[in-house]
């Protein structure tokens, strides 16, 4: 049958061709090209088979070559391959045709669904139009009478075409169809370009090869993107060589940033800030800074303010030695000291002492008391600065009395002090500065026994020894 002969179709049709321009094929590279016929679906009509005739040959008037053969295939399992002789559908159309078949294996023959018939071959060396024929046998759904109908369609082969790689694009997997300019946090995407390269590498910079490579022209990211991100993309043809640079922007990106000067008011909200120099108003919030030097003031009347870490005991004993540390932040060191005497003696002492600075601070107590003004004592500490802490008895007359000292560091962040090598010039200071505080005491309690002593004279009458203890202790007390 004469594709003259042929009704118009019940059914339409959408002809395309990959790539979009075919080139014809060199002698030392053939080129490959499909024919994509889709049958679109119509419940009105029904339809008993389907074929595509190409013309096979080396003529300007031939799309494929013969050798080697074209394909062809279905991308619905409703059409299969038929090698049935069909009146009308192809087969008499002689040599220079090739016809591929596809019967309706529905029952009831209804088109309800679409079609895609692919056929693949090797373009000729000859430029040219190449007419196709897409044949339907079908009639409508009252009628029970099927016909051959069909329509013809040209298709152009140039000439050895420039080589290019161009229109980059991303869309998203999950609704394909349409470019996606601005792109969702971790939502799968594909990068898509058109070109007539033969093979592509894509780079992003992530590693030092490429992160895709193939004849495929596009890359999938199953996981999307956080981050704003250059894709390079190579492609090749024989000895060419082309790229394309596309960049891909991401809502609410995650951002590192170097360096930023910001002249007028700028709002930061949950970037990360390696160096931030912003001499207008600024406002942080959520913000991770690794280094921050106020050289004016800072006020922070205005919110809450977390700025101290956990407390972490140093020592807690009877006995301390000497124990040296750096602070690592600025920060505080406690002593806190809890005294039993079983004695009367008026000369023992439980000491605690913090050495900052070449200064020291006593927590202590002495027979029943506490010391002379508290047990505890609290010692500022500037960061990278070395501080000493220690505990002991400085007895008198006995050997009795006993206690327990408990250092704790509370700083400023997560810097908690480092111990450090004890010279023996620490030492020595420390031991030289206890024995300076108890020469103190011991001065002390002397006077208080001769103020007792001048009282007794005044008043020419000697006092119980109950009686000058307490009296003694409680001008120790003053």
């Not at 080589?163 to 969702?184: E, K, Q, R």
């Not at 408990?406 to 620490?426: H, R």
Request: glycine share 8%.
């Amino acid at each position: 049958m004469n594709k003259d002969q042929l009704q118009p179709p019940l059914l339409s049709y959408d002809v395309k061709t990959k790539p979009t321009n075919i080139t014809i094929s060199q002698s030392n590279n053939p080129s490959q090209a499909d024919i994509l016929v889709t049958i679109l679906p119509n419940a009105d009509v029904k339809c008993q088979y389907l074929s595509v005739l190409v013309p096979l040959g080396e003529q300007s008037s031939d799309l494929f070559s013969k050798d080697p053969t074209p394909g062809g295939k279905s991308s619905n399992t409703d059409w299969v391959p038929s090698n049935a002789n069909v009146v009308g559908m192809g087969q008499d159309a002689g040599n220079d045709y090739q016809t591929y078949l596809f019967k309706h294996s529905a029952d009831d023959m209804t088109v309800d669904s679409a079609v895609t018939i692919t056929v693949s071959g090797t373009v000729n060396q000859k430029t040219g139009k190449a007419s196709i024929e897409v044949r339907e046998m079908s009639c409508e759904q009252a009628e029970s009478q099927f016909v051959v109908r069909g329509k013809a369609y040209d298709i152009s082969k140039n000439g050895d075409q420039a080589f290019f790689l161009n229109n980059v694009v991303m869309i998203y997997t999950d609704t394909p169809g349409s470019p996606a300019p601005f792109l969702d946090r971790n939502r799968p995407l594909q990068l898509q370009w058109q070109s007539n390269g033969q093979y592509y590498r894509v780079y992003d910079g992530s590693q030092t090869g490429p992160v895709s490579e193939g004849t495929n022209p596009w890359y999938n990211i199953q996981g999307g993107l956080t981050a704003d991100t250059t894709f390079i993309i190579e492609a090749t043809a024989g000895q060419q060589t082309l790229y394309q640079e596309y960049v891909a922007q991401v809502n609410t990106p995650d951002v590192s940033v170097g360096h930023i000067t910001a002249d007028n008011v700028t709002g930061m909200y949950g970037y990360f800030v390696n160096n931030l120099n912003a001499p207008g108003t600024s406002t942080i919030a959520d913000a991770q800074i690794i280094k921050l030097t106020a050289t004016g003031s800072i006020d922070l009347t205005g919110g809450n303010v977390s700025a101290f870490g956990s407390k972490l005991k140093l020592a807690s004993n009877q006995y301390i030695p000497t124990t040296l540390y750096r602070a690592m932040s600025d920060g505080f060191v406690i002593a806190t000291i809890e005294a039993t005497f079983t004695s009367q003696d008026i000369g023992s002492v439980y000491l605690a002492t913090i050495i900052s600075e070449n200064q020291s601070y006593y927590a202590s107590g002495d027979r029943t008391t506490f010391g002379q003004s508290c047990n505890t004592v609290t010692v500022p500490v500037h960061k990278d600065g070395v501080f000493s802490i220690a505990a002991d008895r400085q007895d008198g007359a006995s050997n009795n009395v006993s206690g327990k000292a408990t250092f704790y560091w509370i700083g400023f962040g997560n810097g908690m002090p480092e111990k450090v090598t004890q010279k023996n010039e620490d030492t020595q200071l420390s031991e030289n500065l206890k024995a300076d505080y108890k020469a103190h005491q011991n001065a002390r309690q002397l006077k208080a026994l001769n103020f007792v002593s001048l009282l007794e004279k005044a008043f020419e009458k000697p006092l119980q020894d109950k009686t000058k203890e307490e009296l003694i202790e409680n001008l120790l007390k003053l």
